[in-house]
């Protein structure tokens, strides 16, 4: 019995311990607590060109007499997830400049299309983050 116990007890930790260990095997990556290096074969990106995807932001930005009066220059950074159907959803700022031009880049990115990221031939959701430079000028 006390054999037994060992054995199982020495499986059950053994497992345990190669569990925790970073599939990377680079010792200055982060370590995976939550099971996040996920490889991704196709990441979820915009269907287009970057640049056509700014241009669809700024062409639907629908500014304030009060933000144009206030001459903005600064960064909007949101969070958002790409589900694997290629919707946009769990939309965060991050980093917002105020004047209700953050709630109109939320409600644009809502509506922009995406492909979604594809791991091991599946689409899969993926947290993507992007910087949306705005430059108010006179």
Not at 78 to 97: A, H, L, P, T
């Amino acid at each position: 019995m006390k054999r037994l116990f060992f054995l199982n007890s020495f499986f059950f930790f053994a497992f345990i311990l190669h569990a925790q260990v970073n599939p990377t095997k680079d010792p200055n990556k982060y370590s995976d607590k939550q099971n996040m290096d996920v490889l991704y074969t196709s990441e979820a990106h915009y269907k287009g060109d970057v640049q056509e995807m700014y241009k669809t932001i700024y062409k639907n930005l629908k500014l304030s007499e009060e933000a144009k009066k206030a001459h903005i220059r600064d960064t909007v950074i949101v969070s958002f997830d790409v589900n694997f159907d290629g919707k946009v959803q769990d939309i965060r700022v991050i980093k917002g400049v105020g004047y209700g031009i953050d709630e109109q880049i939320v409600k644009i990115i809502s509506t922009l299309p995406f492909e979604p990221a594809i791991a091991n031939g599946i689409p899969v959701r993926q947290n993507l983050m992007i910087t949306i430079p705005i430059m108010l000028t006179e």
